[in-house]
């Protein structure tokens, strides 16, 4: 493993951490829109800060998430449950970011950036036993 391989993947899961916490934030002020593109893009970092370890990036988020699904998730690396949540902050990210007349609940961005924070904690699992 390239030593600047590790500290890329740890600076990009301190990113998804600092995204759960401006998620938060953001809610809090009734801004659902940008909670919901901070929980998005925490999942988003969290992804990164793994496929980095290999050394592989992608310019666009649907190359990020289809290698991490098809290298992670059906290889059972991660549980299949996970994807749903990828799904769930991608297209919700999709509709608050571009739908002008796309509204969340308070109740429905706290459950969005709940599934956020778990994904983030396996993810965060993972690097822990990945270092043991």
Same mark, same amino acid.
């Given at each position: ?7 890329? @993947?740890?600076? #990009?899961?301190?990113?998804? =951490?600092?995204?759960?916490? +401006? !998620?938060?934030?953001?809610?809090? *002020?009734? %801004? ?33 998430? @289809?290698?991490? #699904?098809?290298?992670?998730? =059906?290889?059972?690396?991660? +549980? !299949?449950?996970?994807?749903?949540? *990828?799904? %769930? ?41 990945? =270092?043991?």
């Amino acid at each position: 493993m390239l030593p600047e391989r590790e500290t890329l @993947s740890e600076l #990009r899961l301190s990113q998804a =951490k600092q995204c759960l916490i +401006s !998620a938060e934030a953001l809610l809090q *002020i009734n %801004d659902e829109r940008g909670a919901v593109n901070r929980a998005y893009y925490a999942v988003f970092h969290a992804i990164r800060s793994v496929l980095i370890l290999e050394g592989k990036d992608f310019a666009k988020h649907a190359g990020v998430i @289809s290698y991490f #699904r098809k290298e992670y998730i =059906k290889t059972g690396v991660f +549980s !299949a449950d996970i994807s749903d949540t *990828i799904t %769930d902050l991608f297209n919700s990210r999709s509709s608050s970011d571009y739908d002008d007349h796309f509204e969340f609940t308070k109740d429905e961005v706290a459950e969005l950036l709940k599934e956020s924070a778990d994904f983030v904690a396996v993810i965060e699992e993972y690097h822990k036993k990945r =270092k043991a």
